[in-house]
């Protein structure tokens, strides 16, 4: 079945440090690819999408690039602030119509 | 404002009783969704509905009921025979099914 996997953490960096938190998949077909953050307390939102290989999603300053080669999905930010820290959930969804697979989702901790 | 409302932000459980989280949305999404948070640990589906008068187990559905009597409203029951019933639980809802999901703030279940 589909699955997504996430670089373990805690991620802990400092303010303005490059971010990059890695996700691959497995999945037939051709799947959508999303990443949604969670901040503390609350419900998750959608960060960013990309629906097919190559696009790359990009939103608040943090992109990812689908890679259907590498089945990679990585999530970068060129400078974090220390109010990026949340959770951060790669997800997939096989086809339009499919419900999404979660990861097992990556804590960033980020210090003034 | 459109958005999902989830009640109650905090709910007890005593042993061998049924409780009742609720999710009401305005969005008039079609798909509507049960996801169970647990400490470190990623999302995993419990029940999820395409349409009204219909829905489907998720992951781990055993323990839990739901119902889609209107479009608006997907409740869920913990009953007695969910054994570790303590977790956050998230209701969403998307346009259809893989598509964008719209997350409430969450309900914290704890057992007394």
């Known amino acids: 079945g589909d699955s997504v996997t996430q670089m373990e953490g805690p991620v802990t960096l400092s303010e303005e440090a490059f971010l990059t938190i890695n996700c691959t998949y497995t999945a037939t077909g051709y799947p959508s690819l999303f990443w949604y953050v969670q901040y503390p307390g609350e419900g998750l939102q959608l960060l960013l999408k990309a629906t097919k290989a190559d696009d790359k999603g990009s939103n608040k300053g943090f992109e990812a690039t689908y890679r259907k080669e590498t089945t990679s999905f990585h999530l970068e930010k060129g400078s974090v602030q220390v109010s990026d820290s949340a959770v951060y959930f790669c997800?997939?969804?096989?086809?339009?119509?499919?419900?999404?697979?979660f990861g097992e989702g990556t804590q960033l901790t980020v210090n003034p | 404002d459109g958005g999902i409302t989830q009640s109650p932000k905090y709910l007890f459980r005593k042993e061998g009783q049924n409780v009742t989280l609720s999710c009401e949305q305005n969005l008039n999404h079609d798909a509507m969704y049960w996801y169970r948070q647990d400490p470190g640990q990623g999302l995993r589906l419990i029940y999820y509905?395409?349409?009204?008068?219909?829905?489907q187990k998720g992951d781990i559905a055993e323990g839990y009921s739901v119902s889609r009597e209107k479009k608006e409203s997907f409740p869920l029951t913990v009953t007695s025979a969910q054994k570790n019933p303590t977790a956050f639980y998230l209701c969403?809802?998307?346009?259809?099914?893989?598509?964008?999901?719209?997350f409430g703030s969450g309900t914290q279940l704890s057992v007394l």
């Open positions: 969403a809802s998307s346009i259809m099914l893989g598509e964008k999901l719209f």
């Open positions: 997800a997939l969804g096989e086809t339009s119509g499919s419900r999404l697979t």
């Open positions: 509905s395409q349409i009204v008068n219909d829905f």
